[in-house]
């Protein structure tokens, strides 16, 4: 007979495919939790985390959290290196995470009759994502944030925090990347290069204030989230869909692509870039299939 691996082993397996996901955009923490069936017991550990439960939910999170450290720590350099070399093959990588996931976000509408004021929502979650590409190219988003990190004044650490529970968004949400709504609006590399293990040390107090803020979303979205579901379900889909949509264009329409495109493509980014949508979409399937199949059988 084959051995199971211990709980806290298989959540910690668990947990740093969900840390993985924190660093690549496009692919959703909590589509990888409901996949692998600990979504629930993910929710309901946060759900009592600030009560007298507190130890035994901290015990349950535990392994979850070792695991996705781990695996932010293992992707921060390679990652590094890629946005150096080939920002645009790695951008399609991520366009073919969104787009081999849209079938799934359709399943949660399937059978739906769409009226005017549903197809409002997908719109208006659409311009929402869209616009904020635009506008960051607009304003030059990018040079702003690149001062905000080099200069570090007071206010930096409270932005920061905002930040983390932006980026905690993917960790609950199905199907949303917190990651990638980072890299439309500009936080994404820099706050990637915070964890340089050159100048780690200097780089604490801000990682801190990114972790707190990350908590505090993960307990925010989880109960959010749990009450839009219940009361709202289609109407939160609908945005959702139309906030991923817009992504896209966001993705390639925002300050950092601004500025790479105007270098000129590389030829390595020419040559890999449709092989890594490719690859991107069908990861990004594979796992809606896998979806699919816990559903059917629940």
């Known amino acids: 007979m084959k051995k199971k691996l211990p709980t806290p082993v298989k959540d910690g397996i668990i947990g740093a495919a969900m840390g993985a996901s924190a660093i690549v955009p496009g692919i959703s923490g909590g589509t990888i939790a ?11 550990a946060l759900g009592v985390f600030f009560s007298k439960k507190f130890f035994k939910s901290f015990l349950v999170l535990l392994p979850f959290l070792v695991g996705a450290v781990l695996a932010v720590f293992a992707l921060i350099v390679p990652f590094q290196l890629a946005f150096k070399y080939c920002l645009f093959a790695i951008v399609c990588l ?32 659409f311009l929402a994502a ?17 001062e905000l990190f080099a200069d570090k ?14 980026g905690a968004m993917g960790f609950i949400v199905p199907g949303f ?4 709504l980072l890299m439309i609006i500009g936080f994404y590399q820099p706050v990637l290069g915070l964890f340089d293990l050159q100048n780690f040390w200097p780089n604490v107090p801000a990682l801190c204030c990114l972790a707190a803020g990350a908590a505090v979303g993960i ?13 709202h379900r289609i109407k939160t889909v609908l945005v959702v869909l139309g906030f991923i949509l817009g992504s896209i264009v966001s993705i390639f329409v925002n300050s950092d692509m601004f500025d790479y495109f105007s270098l000129g493509l590389p030829k390595l980014d ?9 690859v991107g979409i069908a ?16």
């Open 34 to 44: 409901f996949v692998t069936g600990v979504f629930q017991k993910i929710v309901d």
């Open 94 to 125: 991520f366009t073919g995470f969104i787009v081999g996931s849209l079938p799934g976000v359709f399943d949660e509408i399937k059978g739906e009759k769409l009226n005017a004021k549903r197809i409002i929502l997908v719109v208006c979650g």
């Open 130 to 146: 869209a616009i904020i590409g635009v506008l960051s190219v607009f304003f030059k988003i990018n040079s702003g944030i690149a």
């Open 153 to 166: 004044r007071w206010y930096f650490y409270f932005i920061l925090f905002g930040v983390g529970i932006l």
């Open 177 to 180: 990347s917190g990651s990638m």
């Open 219 to 231: 307990v925010l979205c989880s109960k959010i989230l749990s009450k839009l579901f219940e009361n």
């Open 270 to 278: 020419i040559i890999l870039a449709p092989i890594l949508l490719v």
């Open 283 to 298: 990861f990004s399937y594979f796992i809606v299939t896998l979806n699919r199949k816990v559903k059917r059988n629940q």
